[in-house]
């Protein structure tokens, strides 16, 4: 039986006319949900009708019945010579649910963009950045061979493959939210470069970063053993950061300390719209959970673990393992926080993906390990236990965070916030 599916159209766009498959609709395909190494759909998306670059962020359509799955609809720009007999239409004479939403991808594309859109859903944004990186390939004696390949464009990032005459790197692009990224990775190549991604240029001002390929990266690929690995080694690198903060702060690191995050929750509790989703009985428990999270978050602060180097959102889909070299990825969260936190979060998610029995626990001790060697007098036992609570304090206000910054109505995320406090509700009960 096949599993979750769901339907994706495409608009490539040249001019003001959009290319129709043979039976006069547009281009689809559908999307297996349970295939995780599948590509990206804004990948596919752009490489389905004919070489294009999303010029607005991919569109939910409205439902035909409310038991339905949304379809998605990718409006795309050509860029590149247009497929050999392809019939186009004027895009006002398209039907619903399409005319709609692609006339007004193609305004604000050729208009005003709406506020905190990201940048690469803008004219030129592509060829600046092919311009870049060939600057930065000439330096290193590599060339491009062909256009930027699209791996994932959304609100948060772009990550694009490029292909040289030595194999394929990787750009990557974050939004004007996570635009420390590449600023925070240049510093960390220079520090922990054996555990972060191999650099070849970065853009600190922008948020462009040029990397060499991570082997082990996909789930697909990833060889056994990857978190084994990663935990106790990323809480070593964690220790030795203690001596070096003031370069990450000065890169633009964010402090997500203890006052931060709790001023930050508070703030999400006070304004997230989901929260009105909660039931009368959770919004009379909500008042006395949050005193009594918050009183267990201090708690954690004070047993004796300084704040340091975070992830943020360490998981095993962003770690990178070939069986001998470890390598952490994907840093837009990176901050300067408690690092139980990157621990709890990487056993929880462990749990989530229903590993084997003891793994996520066997993991987290291997993690605390290094901790415990060089804070002998910290009370480690009672800081692990605390930390899932403090997590999803801490994610609660991320993902708020990541809300607020993207455009209206993009929905990346919807729900997390309301998840995260069900969770801490049922927690401190």
């Given amino acids: 039986m096949a599993g979750p599916q769901r339907t994706h159209h495409v608009a490539l766009v040249r001019d003001d006319a959009v290319l129709l498959a043979a039976d006069g609709s547009l281009p689809r395909f559908v999307q297996d949900l349970e295939d995780d190494d599948g590509p990206d759909p804004t990948a596919y998306a752009t490489t389905l009708a004919g070489p294009g670059v999303h010029l607005a962020p991919v569109v939910t359509l409205p439902p035909e019945d409310s038991d339905d799955r949304p379809d998605r609809l990718h409006v795309l720009a050509l860029r590149g010579a247009a497929p050999a007999g392809a019939v186009w239409r004027r895009a006002d004479d398209l039907p619903e649910p399409w005319r709609s939403p692609v006339r007004l991808a193609l305004e604000q594309y050729a208009g005003v963009a709406p506020p905190r859109r990201p940048d690469w859903f803008r004219p030129g944004w592509h060829d600046r950045v092919e311009a870049w990186v060939d600057r930065q390939l000439s330096a290193t004696g590599r060339r491009r061979t062909g256009p930027l390949r699209t791996h994932r464009v959304w609100s948060i990032s772009a990550v694009l493959e490029v292909p040289t005459d030595r194999g394929a790197l990787w750009f990557k692009a974050c939004c004007d939210h996570f635009v420390a990224e590449a600023a925070i990775v240049h510093r960390l190549a220079r520090r922990?470069?054996?555990?972060?991604?191999?650099?070849?240029?970065?853009?600190?001002?922008?948020?462009?970063?040029?990397?060499?390929?991570?082997?082990?990266?996909?789930?697909?690929?990833?060889?056994?053993?990857?978190?084994?690995?990663?935990?106790?080694?990323?809480?070593?690198?964690?220790?030795?950061?203690?001596?070096?903060?003031?370069?990450?702060?000065?890169?633009?690191?964010?402090?997500?300390?203890?006052?931060?995050?709790?001023?930050?929750?508070?703030?999400?509790?006070?304004?997230?719209?989901?929260?009105?989703?909660?039931?009368?009985?959770?919004?009379?428990?909500?008042?006395?959970?949050?005193?009594?999270?918050?009183?267990?978050?201090?708690?954690?602060?004070?047993?004796?673990?300084?704040?340091?180097?975070?992830?943020?959102?360490?998981?095993?889909?962003?770690?990178?393992?070939?069986?001998?070299?470890?390598?952490?990825?994907?840093?837009?969260?990176?901050?300067?926080?408690?690092?139980?936190?990157?621990?709890?979060?990487?056993?929880r998610v462990l749990d989530w993906y229903g590993t084997g029995e003891g793994e996520a626990e066997r993991v987290l001790q291997a993690y605390a390990g290094p901790w415990r060697d060089a804070f002998p007098d910290a009370d480690v036992d009672r800081a692990l236990e605390l930390a899932p609570l403090a997590d999803l304090v801490f994610q609660s206000v991320t993902f708020a965070q990541i809300a607020a910054a993207a455009e209206d109505g993009v929905g990346d995320f919807e729900g997390v916030v309301l998840r995260f406090t069900r969770e801490v509700i049922a927690r401190v009960r």
């Fill in 192 to 347: 922990i470069g054996e555990l972060v991604p191999g650099l070849v240029a970065t853009d600190d001002e922008a948020g462009w970063l040029l990397m060499e390929p991570l082997r082990g990266a996909a789930d697909s690929d990833r060889a056994e053993g990857a978190v084994d690995a990663a935990a106790p080694a990323w809480a070593r690198a964690q220790v030795a950061a203690l001596d070096w903060l003031d370069e990450l702060r000065a890169a633009g690191c964010p402090e997500r300390g203890l006052e931060a995050t709790l001023e930050g929750w508070r703030a999400v509790l006070a304004t997230s719209p989901e929260l009105a989703r909660l039931t009368d009985a959770e919004r009379q428990e909500l008042p006395a959970a949050t005193a009594r999270a918050e009183a267990l978050v201090r708690e954690l602060s004070a047993c004796g673990i300084p704040d340091t180097l975070s992830h943020g959102d360490l998981h095993p889909g962003n770690v990178a393992y070939d069986g001998s070299e470890v390598r952490i990825f994907d840093w837009t969260d990176g901050c300067v926080s408690h690092p139980f936190l990157d621990g709890s979060h990487l056993a």
